[in-house]
């Protein structure tokens, strides 16, 4: 009975489905209608109303009874397995612990630091170890022999006549020594002597030699021209030029006294 209320039910709805889509591809395919001349736009209504043409049979269906619904037995759940409680292993008694071996304490006996300890002595010298060891006197120095006064002043006399003969050969022996640096250095004085005097005002190119002797106080002893220059004024002025120096230093013993000396002229 329930089946077949529900195949009426399907049937309709079927039906009416395809009424309307009946209804509406008439509706899309009717032509529209067209006026010509018309100054305004006409409204044309053709065919009957669309509720009357919509309206369907009305069929009067039975309540239809709610199906009984059976009962679903629930789910069976999974036995959970308990844990069953695990027997306690029963503990094993431990050995005693064994005590270590304890080591044995030296005990250090304090030493008496007081005591000292005593060394044997020697035993007693006998008396031939002294006899025969005993320190033996040192001889007297010997006396010096006594001369004669005579020999000891002469004696005396010869030795200070020896040491003043070598002290006064050290003398003359630094005499000399000052003598020569006075005498090497004496020609370098002469010629500083030279030059102050200048050149001869002579207009003449060349050089002459002059040579010249100092006397033993200085003066100029001997003048004479030792080469020509080429011209007889420039010669002339040059020997003039060394006769008009004067005088030079005193030379010393052993120094050079004869020169010769180039003049240039202008």
């Not at 043409?53 to 308990?82: D, E, F, I, K, Y």
């Not at 080591?103 to 008396?127: G, K």
């Not at 420039?234 to 052993?254: K, T």
Request: glycine share 8%; net charge positive.
């Amino acid at each position: 009975m329930i089946r077949r209320a529900t195949s009426v039910k399907l049937a309709a709805l079927t039906a009416a489905l395809l009424l309307h889509a009946g209804l509406a591809v008439t509706v899309s395919t009717r032509p529209t209608v067209q006026t010509t001349g018309g100054t305004g736009a006409a409204e044309v209504s053709l065919g009957n109303a669309f509720a009357d043409m919509t309206a369907g049979t009305l069929h009067s269906t039975r309540p239809v009874a709610a199906a009984p619904v059976t009962p679903v037995a629930p789910a069976a759940r999974p036995a959970t397995s308990q844990a069953q409680p695990t027997a306690a292993m029963p503990a094993s008694p431990s050995a005693p612990l064994q005590p270590s071996p304890t080591t044995a304490r030296v005990t250090a006996q304090a030493t008496d630091s007081a005591a000292v300890a005593r060394t044997p002595r020697p035993p007693q010298r006998s008396a031939a170890f002294e006899e025969t060891h005993s320190a033996r006197p040192q001889p007297a120095p010997a006396a010096a022999p006594q001369g004669n006064a005579a020999n000891s002043t002469q004696a005396g006399a010869a030795t200070g006549t020896r040491s003043a003969t070598a002290r006064q050969s050290g003398t003359e022996g630094t005499a000399p020594a000052a003598g020569n640096a006075a005498a090497s250095n004496y020609p370098g004085q002469v010629m500083r002597r030279l030059s102050r005097a200048g050149r001869p005002r002579v207009n003449a190119r060349g050089t002459a030699v002059v040579a010249f002797s100092v006397g033993a106080q200085g003066q100029v002893a001997t003048v004479a021209l030792a080469r020509s220059s080429g011209s007889a004024a420039l010669d002339e002025a040059a020997v003039r030029l060394v006769q008009n120096v004067g005088s030079f230093p005193i030379p010393p013993a052993g120094a050079q006294r004869s020169f010769s000396v180039q003049i240039q002229g202008r």
